[in-house]
């Protein structure tokens, strides 16, 4: 059966559990700021619950209205909107305003990148800094075999039991695209449900280019969340970044 991932919270939880290496590199550039913070696709709350429970000034967006409702339903002592990263007006500067975990790969052309950077700064403090958190293209799961599934990983399926995540994969060249399906395979031996998504693959120049052309200053690039400087060897693309003065 097919799925749609961002109409249900429990399942995205149970997909996202294991990401918790990134929320100190958050709390610190929080604490840096010290002012007003908004995080765009916010999902169901993995990043706010910290930052709100470290006692920050929070606010989270994001294209599922569901998502949404799930984080107020969470009774956060939070701000949540529905709404589009690439066009969003909300009536108010911040100190601190970041995409975590990929969700700038859901941006496909290089104009939707454009739209949500001029929001973006729209929204920036002149002395606020932009975040940015992507993953480096690998050629070796870009070009892999599309016909055979892959062991993503293994969850806690909210319905119960232990469900395993087969993936596949079809990259274009052409558009920079890549098409992934996954297959959750419970152990309860259940019909297989299935669930696809799209991400294009942005590479480092391509990234560092794009920011600069919508005026941002790159004040540093680490290649990881404990500051590593970048280098070929990395495997993240961790953007600090500023308005450009």
């Known amino acids: ?40 696709a916010c999902g169901t709350g993995r990043v706010a619950t910290h930052l709100i429970k470290s006692g920050f000034n929070y606010s989270g967006l994001d294209l599922s209205s569901v998502f949404i409702h799930h984080c107020k339903s969470k009774r956060f002592n939070g701000k949540f909107i529905t709404g589009d990263m690439r066009h969003f007006t909300l009536g108010q500067k911040f100190d601190l305003i970041f995409i975590p975990f990929n969700s700038f790969l859901h ?33 070796e799961f870009l070009y892999r075999n599309i016909d055979k599934k892959y062991k993503e990983m293994t969850i806690n399926h909210p319905d119960g039991g232990k469900c395993d995540i087969w993936q596949k994969n079809q990259f274009e060249e052409d558009t920079e695209i890549n098409h992934i399906h996954w297959y959750f395979d419970r152990e309860d031996g259940g019909s297989v449900d299935e669930y696809e998504f799209d991400m294009r693959m942005i590479y480092p120049d391509t990234m560092d280019r794009v920011l600069l052309d919508s005026d941002f200053t790159i004040e540093e690039k680490w290649g990881d969340y404990d500051g590593e400087p970048f280098d070929e060897t990395s495997l993240l693309q961790l953007y600090i970044c500023s308005k450009r003065s």
């Open 1 to 40: 059966m097919k799925i749609q991932m961002y109409n249900n919270p429990a399942l995205y939880d149970a997909c996202t559990a294991h990401k918790i290496d990134d929320i100190p590199f958050y709390e610190y550039w929080a604490k840096q700021t010290n002012g007003p913070i908004l995080e765009l």
């Open 107 to 139: 941006l496909f052309t290089e104009e939707e990148m454009a739209q949500c950077l001029g929001a973006v700064q729209n929204h920036l403090t002149e002395n606020g800094k932009f975040l940015l958190d992507i993953f480096v293209p690998d050629p």
